[in-house]
């Protein structure tokens, strides 16, 4: 049997990258050694879904694998987003890595640019869920028991009632129409607590929804109940 290749895989915490790793270990070629995140060091959450990093760490540990964060300010200047993130990268390179995988959808200019900025430092990306049609993946995401909570919603998109709703199938059916399935045009992000690359569900509760800067953030907390093991089981 072939050595599988390792490799680094985005993880935002969200249910995209969460079913490209759930894809990756199914295909068996790749060997993911890290999780890698951006965290704003203000607010001790991840960047852009606004998940509290103890989520992030519960996520991390009942998925056994290490998670790095690359600490960001707020706001962050492109440019010195690209510096921490490459330094990091040229480590990793460094120790013989050169893949990292995205779950990007069908952004083509925002794969353009993770491939060239990847491609300066000697190294490639992949993409397990690329053009996959978004109805037929967020259809596929519950059938295979993914459970996410919607953290935070672009408010020019979606009401701030969409903040903290599970992403089920009653949430598809009450989408407005224009809007992507999978949120992959920015309409919202998302917090997974559980599914079958989990050991065990993480318990989580919704608490306040604020709004900033043109965003509704449900603040998604740790919740008292004690985790349940994560059903395998295909739905009926």
């Known amino acids: 049997m072939p050595e599988k290749i390792k490799a680094i895989l985005s993880w935002s915490s969200g249910k995209d990258s969460a079913y490209s790793l759930f894809t990756i270990l199914n295909e068996n070629r790749f060997e993911v050694v890290t999780l890698l995140t951006t965290v704003t060091e203000s607010f001790r959450r991840v960047s852009m879904h606004g998940v509290r990093e103890e989520l992030l760490e519960a996520q991390a540990e009942s998925l056994g694998l290490p998670v790095h964060k690359i600490k960001i300010p707020s706001p962050c200047p492109n440019e010195i987003y690209e510096a921490k993130m490459a330094e990091y990268l040229k480590l990793q390179k460094a120790e013989g890595i050169q893949h990292v995988i995205f779950g990007d959808l069908f952004l083509e200019d925002l794969r353009k640019y993770r491939e060239q900025r990847l491609a300066e ?45 599970k992403f089920d199938r009653t949430f598809l059916t009450d989408l407005p129409t224009g809007i992507d399935p999978c949120g992959e045009n920015g309409e919202f992000h998302s917090f997974v607590y559980g599914g079958p690359i989990f050991k065990k569900r993480i318990p989580v509760k919704v608490g306040k929804t604020v709004e900033r800067d ?23």
């Open 214 to 236: 043109g965003f509704a953030f449900a603040d998604v907390l740790k919740s008292a109940a004690p985790p349940s093991p994560v059903l395998h089981a295909p739905l009926d």
């Open 121 to 165: 430092i000697g190294m490639s990306g992949i993409f397990p869920l690329w053009m996959k049609n978004t109805k037929q993946l967020a259809e596929k995401m519950m059938e295979d028991r993914f459970e996410a909570i919607l953290t935070c919603v672009d408010l020019k998109k979606l009401p701030k009632k969409f903040a903290g709703r």
